[in-house]
């Protein structure tokens, strides 16, 4: 313990490179930069909360004295007069300037900066840094490296001044984070009026995130009390407007120049501030130059062929929204007069038309962005007047081009786009009756309510739906939208009344909406959309009208029975489009079923699908079981329909449907789980997609059905029906199939399978505890592993092709797994520990006691898992693992003592020991040997005060190797 530990000493040690020649000069700094970026980088070979004590202990003994080192450096440079033309000596400011930004882009928290917002970051800096901060030479200095520096080194300095811009501001108290700002806004304007270098693509986009991070970081309040602020923000102002000009330089930084505008506009409600913050001037002239560029951009892309601007608008067209608001009366005239003039060339030109069409795509996203960036706080009927306005001109036009049949795509996307936006803010439950929107449409177009503006949104969805199904963007876009309107409350009621409605409820096929067709479209998933929404206007008023529901389903009972007379065929003439008919139609009934919400819903689509259509079920599984595409969508179709969703699936007492449902999900299982099974294992790229999706989703459909409460399972083996046996045997079979690496490194499979076996440890562990030796061993090696999921990481998970998820979700998936574990682990120990108790009693259980100790190596290295993750780290579900703890502990006791006088033997002192020792006294004070209730509530209790006074202890003295 009181040996020095080696490699610490970085500073002293890599001085003594500064003290040589040059070349190790940059040799030493190097070192430090590679350092400190490989410390702030975690690794695939520990878990995460290793890497963060590692990059702690770090951060607290050796960066703050690493980047005061660099600091230095840095200043000595700037006071000497650097020979470019040095090789050497250009490397070594290179150098300096990459560690000094690796410095301040330190993860200092542990929270994984790099993966949250650019534009929302907060540097959080210690407070033992304050002084480098409180000193503005830190600041001057990085300013003046950027005007002596060549313009390919400057990039360097304004990256680490977006990160200086970006300290907390708790770092100051008010008066000097004022000072501070001061020296940063002098910075800025001293380069906005000598902008030569900004030339420079790499400067130009530093210095934008420079400005966004002015605002990100400080209020509005705050900068407009800076010294010299009108001529600052004037600056900017013609600094922005000179940029959005310049579409084609740099369009990947025009995002933060418009999120700078933005945060100050969406501020002004909530300033206090007297002086004038000067946004009303100059945020017209920001929005009249990103409309008009735009709209200069269309002939440019047209005649050059270029990459068009306004397919990565989304994001700036919601900014553009929020600038728009302020002097919201200029905006919308503006809009107004180039809409109508581009409207008047566009009817009487024939030789512009395209260039007119894609400036009139830009005007209607961009009306649609304004409406859709109005504020609930900061509402007048003025603006809603001039919304009016412009919606009046849009649906006019949208009208004219239907008659001519000349839309494009993208202008037909942005008419979307405008319902979209306009649905948002005029429709629904949160909408005045009284908004003067409807007043204006009322006066123009004849639309006197929302019932009547909603037929009009209808009838250009059937439009689309009719004469797109070449193209899928269109359909699903449309699909979204018509989704979207299907969810509201009131509006969902009025739509049903519309005749345009009742239309596609009636003639929901492929003869209508050449979509529905077996070639139409390459993926098939938008019609689930298309017939959820269909599902729920059915379900408005539906109640018990079977004749009704009937009438609805006939089209698809049509194409059920021409599939099914095919397939129990001897010969399928057209195998390919069989499939692709039979994927379509289980993506459909997905679709009906998710909206069945209601019991006499459910029980209707119950009563036409089984028994007549569940023989395709399983016919379609026995003859193309190794087509991923189809098993996939009947799949997901089974475990929609088996989902007990809103206890819909609620039979009456004389019913069998549910042991008759759950048979037939049985059925479902076993055929596909026997057939893949004599697949073997595809290659390492198709796993996924070839077997482990088919499995997770039959994982899925069995937790459902085990856990709907619409089976007694005791019925199946009282009447010797093996239905529940064969899925369950069949369970572990696909089980086995699958490596543990495999299990782990698939998100989705691991949720599927650890909530599977959470509902059969709650439901069946006498099932769980009959396995094999060695499946148990599996499974309790699976639980092992699933327990540590919060603080491992998986290099697998980086990399695997089938699945893209962000490492926040990774986050949320791996605690929903390692909570999952901790309940079906409790369920296993608590099952196992009340055998062992009654055969104390007399109860014969030895099966039990050899099991309790064929594996009790696995048990005790669960409990001093779950001990060391409860006592040591980071745990972020404290309550779920405490809940296992006791049964292993009663399980083990033996094992427990020895742990606990381990950890007590490596304390460095007498008093250190003797604290750990009442902290382990008091954890079982009051305990007894069971697992009622009542019990584990008091050693949960018990545990969190342990916690607390072992990592006391730990900060005084941290003991090496834990457990």
Not at 525 to 533: K, V
Not at 761 to 785: K, M, N, R, T
Request: proline share 3%.
């Amino acid at each position: 313990m009181g040996t020095e530990v080696p490699f610490r000493n970085i500073v002293q040690d890599v001085t003594r490179f500064l003290q040589g020649s040059p070349e190790q000069n940059v040799i030493g700094v190097q070192i430090m930069s590679e350092l400190t970026a490989e410390m702030n980088q975690s690794d695939n070979f520990k878990s995460l909360t290793k890497h963060r004590k590692v990059a702690a202990s770090f951060r607290d003994g050796q960066l703050f004295e690493i980047f005061q080192l660099c600091r230095n450096l840095l200043k000595q440079l700037e006071s000497a007069n650097i020979d470019f033309n040095n090789p050497l000596q250009q490397a070594l400011v290179v150098q300096l300037l990459q560690l000094a930004n690796n410095c301040l882009t330190f993860d200092f928290l542990g929270t994984s900066v790099e993966d949250a917002s650019d534009d929302l970051c907060t540097v959080q800096i210690p407070t033992n840094w304050r002084s480098l901060f409180m000193d503005m030479s830190t600041v001057q200095l990085f300013f003046n490296l950027y005007r002596s520096l060549p313009v390919s080194l400057a990039p360097a300095c304004l990256s680490c001044l977006v990160q200086i811009a970006s300290v907390r501001r708790s770092l100051f108290n008010n008066q000097e984070r004022m000072k501070f700002l001061n020296e940063l806004v002098q910075g800025v304007r001293q380069i906005l009026e000598s902008p030569q270098s900004l030339e420079e693509v790499n400067n130009f986009h530093e210095f934008c995130r420079l400005l966004a991070r002015l605002k990100s970081n400080y209020q509005l309040g705050e900068l407009v009390k800076v010294e010299g602020y009108p001529r600052f923000i004037e600056l900017i102002a013609k600094f922005t407007v000179t940029s959005l000009q310049m579409w084609q330089f740099s369009p990947n930084s025009v995002h933060y120049l418009l999120s700078l505008w933005q945060r100050m506009v969406a501020s002004v409600p909530y300033m206090k501030a007297s002086e004038p913050h000067l946004l009303d001037t100059f945020c017209p002239e920001i929005t009249k130059s990103y409309i008009t560029s735009r709209l200069e951009s269309v002939p440019v892309v047209l005649r050059d062929g270029l990459d068009d601007p306004l397919d990565d608008a989304g994001q700036q067209l919601e900014q553009v929204a929020t600038i728009g608001r302020c002097q919201y009366e200029k905006t919308c005239q503006l809009l107004i007069q180039l809409f109508d003039d581009c409207v008047q060339r566009f009817s009487n030109s024939a030789t512009e038309r395209a260039v007119l069409e894609g400036q009139l795509t830009w005007l209607v996203y961009l009306i649609g962005a304004v409406i859709g960036g109005r504020a609930s706080f900061a509402n007048t009927d003025e603006h809603d007047l001039l919304d009016g306005d412009m919606i009046c001109r849009v649906v006019q036009f949208m009208h004219f081009m239907e008659d001519k049949r000349a839309s494009s795509e993208k202008l037909d996307l942005a008419f979307l786009n405008f319902f979209e936006q306009f649905r948002k803010i005029y429709v629904g439950e949160q909408v005045h009756k009284t908004s003067k929107v409807y007043r204006k449409l009322s006066e123009v177009l004849g639309l006197t309510d929302e019932a009547m503006v909603l037929e009009i949104i209808i009838r250009k969805i059937i439009t689309n739906l009719k004469f797109w199904a070449s193209s899928e963007t269109i359909i699903t876009k449309t699909l979204n939208l018509f989704n979207d309107l299907s969810v509201g409350y009131s509006s969902v009621r009025k739509m049903i009344k519309l005749d345009a409605v009742q239309f596609l409820l009636g003639n929901h096929t492929a003869e209508h909406f050449p979509f529905l067709g077996v070639n139409a479209l390459q993926d098939l998933r938008c019609r689930t959309t298309f017939y959820t929404a269909l599902g729920r206007l059915l379900m408005v008023d539906l109640g018990e009208d079977e004749e009704r529901f009937e009438r609805f389903i006939t089209p698809i009972s049509a194409q059920f029975d021409l599939i099914g007379n095919l397939i129990f065929s001897d010969s399928i003439q057209n195998v390919e489009e069989t499939k692709r008919a039979l994927i379509g139609l289980f993506r459909d009934l997905r679709g009906l079923a998710f909206a069945c919400n209601s019991k006499s819903s459910y029980q209707m689509f119950f009563d036409w699908f089984y028994p007549s259509y569940t023989p395709i079920l399983v016919r379609a599984l026995q003859l193309w079981f190794d087509d991923p595409a189809l098993t996939t969508a009947l799949l997901k179709f089974m475990a929609e329909f088996v989902q007990n969703r809103t206890q819909r699936l609620q039979f009456d007492v004389s019913s069998p449907n549910g042991i008759l449902l759950f048979r037939e999900t049985s059925k479902v299982i076993c055929t596909y789980g026997e057939r893949l099974l004599q697949l073997g294992n595809p290659p390492k790229e198709q796993l996924y997609s070839r077997k482990l999706k088919g499995i997770s989703i039959c994982f899925s459909i069995l937790r459902s059905a085990l856990s709907g409460n619409y089976v007694n399972f005791g019925v199946f083996r009282l009447y010797g029906d093996n239905a529940l046996d064969n899925v369950l045997n069949m369970f572990v079979k696909l089980l086995l199939s699958i490596p543990l690496q495999d299990l782990m490194d698939y998100p989705k499979l691991s949720l599927s399978y650890f909530g599977l076996l959470e509902c059969l440890s709650q439901d069946h562990v006498e099932f769980v505890a009959s396995l094999e030796p060695q499946v148990f061993l599996f499974v309790l090696s699976s639980i092992s592993q699933g327990l540590t999921a919060l603080g491992e990481t998986s290099t697998c998970r980086d990399r695997s092709p089938a699945i893209e998820l962000s490492k926040p979700l990774f986050a949320y998936l791996d605690t929903m797994v390692s909570t999952g574990c901790c309940a079906t682990l409790d369920n296993i120990v608590t099952y196992l520990f009340r055998k062992l108790t009654k055969r104390k009693s007399g109860e014969n259980n030895e099966r039990i006691v050899q099991l309790v100790e064929s594996h009790a190596p696995v048990f005790q290295q669960m409990l001093s898992t779950v001990f060391n993750i409860i006592t040591f780290e980071e745990c972020r579900n404290q309550w779920s693992m405490s809940r296992p703890l006791l049964g292993l502990i009663l399980l083990n006791e033996q094992f427990f003592s020895q742990l606990r006088q381990q950890l007590i033997n490596a304390q460095p002192n007498e008093k250190q020991r003797e604290l750990i020792t009442i902290s382990f006294r008091n954890l079982m004070d009051g305990i007894e040997p069971n697992l009622l209730t009542k019990n584990r509530d008091r050693f949960t209790q018990n545990l969190s005060v342990f916690r607390r006074e072992i990592n006391d202890s730990m900060k005084t003295n941290v003991v090496n190797g834990g457990l």
